[in-house]
């Protein structure tokens, strides 16, 4: 661990030696963690292991489909402050979003608010809804194009929303919300709130425990660096019992806990959150993510965020200075998060010379989209810079 300004911050040195060696090895800079986050090495050696005994199964194997979700909820509770059997697993972020949209009991005429630009995943289970007579209304964005929370705090005070969904922090130029004080502003209302975790675990802390959310859903596959098919949804305590899914899968009933008798088909849904899970789950993928969440726990979210604020730094100097470019991140602290984006002449083209020069950004609503995390160092965005400066002369 490194000290700056009195606050402990990750040893990124150390971090990229043991668990991201490519970084030394190839020189490659990844800058892309709101796309896909890359697997630490921890994470790549347990889901190789696991797939070697998926080869040659045996008793301890099939154990471990048990033992490895059992894991998961455990460490996803704890890095959000929930209790285990407060979590689901699911497969993407889409999986949590779906359960929300389709088990809150709403029925027809309720209104669900969403914010314009948020990324899909979001949008469409609820747009879904409009067929059973369900209504969903957009906040449209604010002058610079970001999120629109005091337009959505004068829509809640009407009182009419039953469910407010939205991502903790936008995928295309990293907004973060106050989710404090949203949730503060549906709890007054009697307003559900549904929050999209996957722009922000990992970087940017969310703590149930002390922010009252209905429930949360995200994927692994970035910040939280894990597998494709690794998620979790949270769901609160009180709310376990009356969300009524869609769908269930067979392991989410007690009657199926004892494989030697399968065929009671009891429909006595298990206590715990993990009632909402889809039969099977992709265990190597959860493996991996465990091992994943432990590096993080290990590294701590504070950290984390400290570091990349520190590593983004340079590039919101170089911006601020050129005078020609333009944010599309607000950069003041609270709204802060591991993205930052600006708008460009020509956006692709510098997405193509970045991309010659082996660094890995994305080109997103027409602006460079730059995600930093614990394994990014101030030298990587040097060279950013350096190719981004180059291809503006051309
Ligand atoms: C805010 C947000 N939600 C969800 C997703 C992805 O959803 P899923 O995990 O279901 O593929 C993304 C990005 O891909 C995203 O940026």
Redesign the pocket.
Known sequence: MSETAGTTFVDVQALRHSEFPWTEETGAIYLNC??TGPLPECARRAIFEHLARACNPNHEFYDEHREIPSESRRLCAEFIGAQPDEIALGF????G?NLAATALPLERGDRVLLLDG??P??VYPWLNLERRGIQVEFVPCDERGLPNEAGMFERLAQGDIRVLSV?A???SNGYRLDLDAISRECQRHGTYLVV?G??ALGVVPIDVSTTRIDVLA??G??WLLSPQGS?FAYVRRDLIDRLDPVGVGWLGFEASQDYAELCNYALDPLESAARFELGSLAFASLHAFNHSLSLLRELGVPGIEGHVRAVQQPLIDWVEARGDLEWMSDLSQERRSGILAFRSPEPERLGERLRAAGITVSIRQGGVRVSVHAFNCREEIAKLISVLEAALER
Do not use: E, H, P, R
Request: no cysteine; proline share 0%; charged share 15%.
């Open positions: 709101a796309s993407n972020t889409t999986y979003l948020d990324f995943a979001n991502s922090v936008s995928f999209d996957i722009q995200s994927g596959q970035k998620g």
